[in-house]
């Protein structure tokens, strides 16, 4: 008794093309869509007021660590305080709609509840400030926050990318004067040398 | 494959019931998957697969709550996991000698038992393979072991012996499967032809690939068959030297010698043989296949357990004089802690079992009584397990520093996963009895004197157009359907 068809011959040359678009595409899939470049960057929630970047950071050219003023010296980055946007908006547009949150927040002493973009799982110890002394600039991790409207997400925060500047980090490397500058290039420092870093390749070095 | 005429010069003896026709071959052996299992098998089905529930329980609790659950802990971080792991995977080793070596070396007596072992290498690597998985305690991780890009840049590390294993046991399982599949189809389609319901026709059919047993068929599977058996030869050795090298590699005391991949391989196949023994002497006995495996396969295989088990034990002295003769204060203790220690009673179960045991197999009387090959089986089973528990517990339960010292114990669940493991065995084992042929029927033709092409017709002329019919196989004698 034979139940195979004569058509079936060509099979194994189907199966061995099929089965390489399938294992190919979902490769392809996969490489693409589950890497962290398409599901982390660009991830710009709404923030509970409408902050602007490129305002402050940018048209205005405040300094980051006006606000975010332990980014050089603490383990971790702070979001500023009601307090610090009040330090301003008591007089500076105290009576714009966009303004209305932080006032209520002032006023009930409730803070704000900003919505976390850049998350490390607790398994990661990151210590920002040792970042910052060795001489990363903010724009490196953070990308262009000068022109942003709603903050975004601009490096895919996943270990391979740590690792890449972790195993090469000279050139990411700036002067400790020029960190919060988003337009620095090499070409504006020429004397500038990199420092001798050595930052950990091994496991406990952020997983301890 | 033609039939060897037995020299009786040299005490060669037919290897099967030369009465026995070839019509008889097939019915004796498709008749198992044909008629209803009688009621035994039911019982013991049902049994197994009772077990099998409770690995997936046990294996449940363990994903659950971690490997906590398990008795491993500081100093003895491996215990039962790997104990079992290589103890199944070691009982593989007898399917493929059987199927492989035995064939590239032309020892024809293999075809009455070769089908059985390769199930039984299948099943014991499958066992085998859970552990690994199973012990790194977070299932989920278990793609760290394979080479996979991902964002994290990790790769596994290729210096590492635990890496190697991978590669090893899962080149085995493919090779081992395909080669019992080829072996099976001619006998698949022996039982689609002989078929009675549509629906078990069309399911052999499928697995029988169209075979119409012509000429160019036979050849295509010898070749085939060739072919893969040199590809198993290596991985007899390779594998369990590869297993070894887990521990060979590494620096603990009575785990750090040469003498381990040899040493392993030896104890795979003494291990493997002997549950082959125990599997077999149940199975003839149940399904009355006593004329195809006759008491001379049960007397070479007790030889090679002999061979074995002696090789084995001479390497279990040899391990001790080197602890001594390296003079190397570590590896004495160990050793003299294996025998004298807390963990004394596992090691001269260890010594009875496997040393002791396979001795009286140099009695004829001993080799040719199944009621004592079958307890020796047993036994064996049981020291080679015991063996590979010495290994890895007694090496770590004392570890340099005496302030760390601990005895492990098995928990419930250790316990209830091994268990689940021979459950999971002993279910595909019952449902390979019941829907494959277990021996393989063609293969066994070829070595009935009425596979001679001369047969009946002493020195025949070649003329003679009887012959082709006669010599082949059922299979062949089914013309293009």
Known sequence: MQIFPRSLNKLPALAAIGGGVLVGGLTLGIWYYASPKNTQIGYAPTQPVPYSHRLHAGQMGMDCRYCHSNIEKAAHAMVPPTQVCMGCHSIVRSDSARIAPIKVSWETNQPIEWVKLHKLPDHAYFDHSAHLTAGVGCVTCHGRIDQMEVVRIDQPIAMGWCLECHRDPVKNLRPRDQITNMTWTPEQSPTFKAPEVHPPEHCSGCHR | ?481
């Open chain 2, 1 to 481: 494959m033609g039939y060897i005429v037995p020299i009786k010069e040299l005490g060669e003896s037919p290897l099967v019931d030369p009465k026995i026709s070839l019509h008889e071959v097939t019915d004796v052996v498709a008749k198992v998957t044909e008629n209803k299992a009688p009621r035994g098998w039911w019982f013991a089905f049902l049994f197994a697969a009772s077990f099998t529930g409770i690995l997936g329980i046990a294996v449940g609790v363990l994903f659950w709550y971690g490997v906590g659950v398990w008795g491993n802990n500081s100093p003895s971080y491996w215990a039962w996991d790997i104990t079992n792991f290589v103890w199944w995977i070691g009982i593989g080793h007898a399917g493929t000698l059987i199927s492989a070596v035995l064939f590239l070396f032309r020892q024809k007596w293999r075809t009455a038992i070769n089908r059985f072992s390769e199930a039984m290498t299948i099943f014991a690597v499958m066992c085998a393979g859970m552990y690994p998985g199973l012990h790194v305690g977070r299932a989920w991780y278990a793609y760290y072991m394979f080479p996979i890009p991902n964002q994290m840049s990790l790769w596994p590390n290729f210096k590492s012996p635990l890496m190697w294993d991978i590669f090893a046991v899962s080149t085995y399982f493919t090779v081992s499967l395909l080669f019992w599949y080829v072996g099976l189809i001619p006998d698949f389609a022996t039982l689609r032809d002989r078929a009675k319901t549509a629906v078990r026709r069309k399911v052999y059919a499928f697995f029988a690939l169209g075979w119409l047993g012509s000429n160019r068929h036979w050849q295509n599977y010898e070749r085939a068959y060739l072919i893969l058996a040199a590809f198993s030869t290596p991985l007899v050795l390779s594998v369990h030297s590869v297993v070894s090298f887990d521990f060979a590699t590494s620096v603990i005391p009575g785990w750090h010698t040469t003498i381990f991949p040899p040493y392993f391989v030896a104890g795979a196949v003494f291990s493997g043989f002997a549950m082959v023994m125990t599997l077999m002497l149940i199975t003839r006995a149940v399904y009355g296949v006593k004329s195809i495996v006759t008491m001379k396969h049960l007397e070479l295989m007790n030889k090679i357990m002999l061979t074995t088990g002696s090789l084995v034990g001479y390497a279990y002295g040899m391990e001790f004089f080197l602890a001594w003769y390296s003079g190397n204060d570590y590896e004495w203790f160990t050793f003299v802690n294996r025998a004298t220690g807390p963990y004394a009673w596992a090691y001269w179960t260890m010594i009875s079992c496997n040393v002791i045991t396979p001795q009286i197999f140099w009695f004829k009387k001993m080799r040719t009584s199944i009621p004592v090959m079958f307890v020796a089986s047993i036994l064996i089973n049981i020291g080679m397990w015991f063996e590979r528990f010495v290994i890895i517990v007694t090496s770590l339960h004392r570890d340099f520093i005496p302030s760390s010292w601990g005895y492990f114990r098995p928990t419930i669940v250790d316990v209830l996963t091994y268990m689940g493991t021979l459950g999971f065995f002993f279910t595909a084992f019952l449902l390979f009895i019941r829907w494959i042929p277990m021996i393989a029927i063609a293969e066994v033709k070829g070595t009935l004197p009425s596979a001679d092409p001369h047969f009946g017709h002493a020195h025949a002329d070649h003329g003679d157009e009887n012959h082709d019919t006669e010599a082949a196989p059922d299979a062949a004698l089914a013309p293009g359907e």
